[in-house]
């Protein structure tokens, strides 16, 4: 797998590696026309967050959002379910300066609950975690780079940036892998899928995201 990889702009449609990226979100004239618009309304604003997010073990796969301040612990889950985790309805929890939000908050030690409205908690340079399954667990790490004002929307969280897929080769050729084995963990590709030994029911698609190969999950429409 690439270590960097590229990623496409969602304002602007156009791609840069993962170093640029977010230099280009702060240049790009597409998100400061509609910055800047709302700067002269300002009455129709709403303050947000830039939030960076990758994959703790693989940060080959990352996202930038821009996240409404009015928005909770629980839309942040519930956007990150949608479109990098889903697979069984597991439980999740964030960790931040120590403390956790959880799915399913233990009061006993000392859990809280997803409800919380994230500009209480956050502001720019915070960093934190987020687990997606206690069992085959799915790590992020996510980092407020920024803040702005913008638009009004009926959507509390935006994607703003996100990798292209990853170029992963099949552990047997020089292919590009279409699935991957969660039984022997190797990379197929669509040739030596036909003479893979394993079950066939042990196979997953390959999809963009770091649950890739993880439990059962297939992908978000996105993918």
């Known amino acids: 797998m690439r270590k960097t990889t590229e990623g496409k702009c969602y304002y602007c449609k156009k791609v840069f590696n993962k170093t640029a990226i977010k230099k280009h979100l702060d240049s790009c004239d597409e998100r400061k026309r509609l910055i800047e618009k709302t700067e002269k309304k300002n009455a129709n604003g709403e303050r947000c967050f830039c939030v960076s997010v990758e994959g703790f073990y693989i940060p080959a796969y990352w996202l930038y959002l821009d996240i409404s301040s009015l928005a909770t612990f629980r839309d942040l889950d519930e956007f990150l379910r949608d479109i990098w985790l889903e697979c069984c309805g597991h439980l999740s ?10 799915s399913s908050p233990d009061r006993l030690y000392g859990e809280k609950h997803m409800s919380v409205d994230l500009t209480k908690i956050l502001n720019v340079g915070i960093q934190f975690t987020y687990d997606y399954d206690f069992g085959t667990t799915t790590r992020l790490k996510l ?6 004002q913008r638009i009004k929307s009926d959507k509390k969280i935006e994607l703003m940036a996100r990798n292209l897929p990853p170029e992963i ?3 047997y050729c020089e292919e590009n892998a279409k699935q991957v ?3 022997c963990e190797s990379w197929l590709c669509n040739k030596c899928v036909e003479t893979h030994e394993c079950d066939e029911n042990m196979l997953l698609p390959v999809v963009n995201s770091p649950r890739v190969g993880q439990c059962g999950y297939t992908g978000s429409e996105e993918d």
């Open 93 to 102: 929890a964030f960790e931040i300066k120590g403390i956790r939000y959880s």
């Open 143 to 148: 980092k407020v780079i920024s803040e702005c």
């Open 169 to 171: 080769k099949c552990s």
């Open 181 to 183: 084995c969660v039984e």
